[in-house]
């Protein structure tokens, strides 16, 4: 399965709210996961299942979406948000595949 | 909340082997599939291997199967990957990480740097 992921960089200002686009070559119901990562360190898991939060994120990062298609929001983005996100696709059977990545940086 | 180390990365020359071992505490090891994802310095994350709770059961990236090896010690709360005919696009950072749910990855070891070179 092949992710694609728009735009592949953007510029925001703090406070902005920022949106993310993932697609998937053939539908993978909900599985689909979003990752933050700032450089030199790992990723840090965002979202799971396509709009599930991750214990410790803050509640301005949300995920929706289904089958081909999902999004990834940052509603009123802050300094430390400033990084790479990737989407991720595990559906069963079909292997694991990342996105190439949106890196969104100061405006 | 879990942790992971990463060792075992170093500079290799191609067709070399190399093996990287992962030591997890914090959490109930045996219970959890982990993963190997690879980075080359400034690019996008790969998946490289999966491993089910039990060892039994992997799962490879096309570009690595048949010369990389992931296995698990569920009494040392380790991970291992085994990787042979090491070529020059292998060279990448490698994270081992925890899965929480299909693959979801919700731990991250500080990554060990694999280098193959000539």
């Known amino acids: 399965i092949q992710m694609t992921q728009s735009p592949s960089s953007l510029s925001a200002s703090v406070g902005d709210r920022v949106t993310i686009t993932c697609r998937a070559s053939?539908?993978?119901?909900?599985?689909l996961n979003w990752y933050q990562q700032k450089p030199g360190r790992a990723p840090k898991l965002l979202i799971y299942?396509?709009?599930n939060l991750q214990s410790g994120v803050p509640s301005r990062f949300s995920g929706s979406g289904s089958g081909t298609d999902f999004t990834l929001t940052i509603g009123g983005l802050q300094p430390e948000d400033f990084a790479t996100y990737y989407c991720?696709?595990?559906?069963?059977?079909?292997?694991?595949?990342f996105g190439p990545g949106t890196k969104v940086d100061i405006k | 909340e879990g942790q992971l180390l990463e060792s075992g990365g170093d500079l290799v020359q191609p067709g070399g082997s190399l093996r990287l071992s992962c030591a997890a505490s914090?959490?109930?090891?045996?219970?959890?599939?982990m993963a190997w994802v690879r980075q080359t310095p400034g690019k996008g994350l790969e998946w490289v291997a999966g491993?089910?709770?039990?060892?039994?059961?992997?799962d490879y990236a096309d570009s690595v199967k048949g010369r990389f090896t992931v296995s698990r010690d569920n009494s040392k709360n380790t991970l291992y990957l085994q990787m042979d005919s090491l070529r020059v696009e292998d060279t990448a950072i490698y994270y081992c990480?925890?899965?929480?749910?299909?693959?979801?990855?919700?731990?991250w070891g500080q990554g060990t740097m694999v280098t193959v070179s000539s």
């Open positions: 990480a925890k899965d929480k749910w299909s693959f979801a990855l919700d731990i």
């Open positions: 914090g959490f109930t090891f045996s219970s959890y599939a």
């Open positions: 491993i089910w709770s039990s060892g039994v059961k992997t």
């Open positions: 053939q539908s993978i119901s909900t599985y």
């Open positions: 299942a396509a709009s």
């Open positions: 991720q696709q595990s559906y069963s059977g079909l292997g694991v595949t």
